[in-house]
């Protein structure tokens, strides 16, 4: 367990609202990650942050922006909410054991986000 | 952009048979993961390969990464139904810290 929270687990909203997931982690890790899982397409990276404040795109970054204030917390909002982002969103953190070629990804349980 | 693509999209097995999925990456990766995940449940880490031609096992499972570090594979020696799941390879390139996903392959055992 890699101490990885995200809320709210299940969500519901309409079309047009602003909508933020959080993800919280209890073990200072550098690197956290936004994903979305969709059928066929497997995870998809959305936003990655590399540090505080230190944050970058993913392939499928275009409607979400992100914010890390503080090294446990990294959130992602959807501005204004599309039925095309209705998807399973999930946070992952990085244990980097140092050197090239190290980083499993730890994640999150999920956020199950339905646009109306 | 990087593509990383599996196949096959899904596998139905008898349990007790063989099953392997392919993993094939259109740029030359650093490194290669494993991860499977569960019906209702969350990607869980299996295992990373970094080498030219490295193999790995683990247990029933074996783990390859091809010579010109552009594919990979996992076979699972004789399925249980335990081994229920989505399995997804995921590349990194340069060293990176950004993991490109492919799609999945989705395993059935019948018991």
């Known amino acids: 367990d890699a101490g990885i929270t995200q809320s709210p687990r299940h969500k519901v909203t309409e079309t047009g609202t602003p909508v933020t997931l959080r993800c919280h982690q209890t073990?200072?890790?550098?690197?956290m990650y936004w994903y979305r899982q969709d059928p066929g397409h497997g995870l998809r990276l959305i936003h990655y942050?590399?540090?505080?404040?230190?944050?970058d795109k993913g392939e499928v970054s275009d409607g979400y922006s992100v914010s890390r204030s503080k090294t446990e917390d990294f959130l992602l909002t959807l501005e204004s909410a599309t039925s095309s982002q209705t998807s399973v969103y999930f946070c992952?953190?990085?244990?980097?054991?140092?050197?090239?070629?190290?980083?499993?990804?730890?994640f999150g349980e999920g956020s199950r986000l339905t646009v109306l | 952009g990087q593509q990383v693509m599996q196949i096959p999209q899904y596998q139905h097995v008898q349990e007790g048979e063989d099953f392997t999925t392919y993993c094939n990456s259109s740029?030359?990766?650093?490194?290669i993961q494993w991860y499977k995940q569960r019906p209702g449940g969350h990607p869980v880490f299996l295992i990373q390969?970094?080498?030219?031609?490295e193999v790995k096992k683990q247990k029933r499972l074996t783990f390859q990464f091809g010579e010109a570090k552009k594919n990979s594979s996992l076979h699972i020696t004789a399925t249980q139904t335990t081994d229920v799941g989505t399995y997804f390879c995921?590349?990194?390139?340069?060293?990176?810290?950004?993991?490109?996903f492919g799609p999945g392959t989705r395993l059935s055992v019948l018991p």
């Open positions: 942050s590399y540090g505080v404040k230190d944050t």
């Open positions: 073990e200072n890790h550098r690197y």
């Open positions: 992952a953190i990085s244990r980097l054991a140092g050197g090239p070629g190290t980083g499993e990804l730890f």
């Open positions: 995921a590349g990194t390139v340069d060293y990176g810290q950004n993991f490109v």
């Open positions: 390969l970094v080498k030219s031609g």
């Open positions: 740029t030359t990766l650093s490194n």
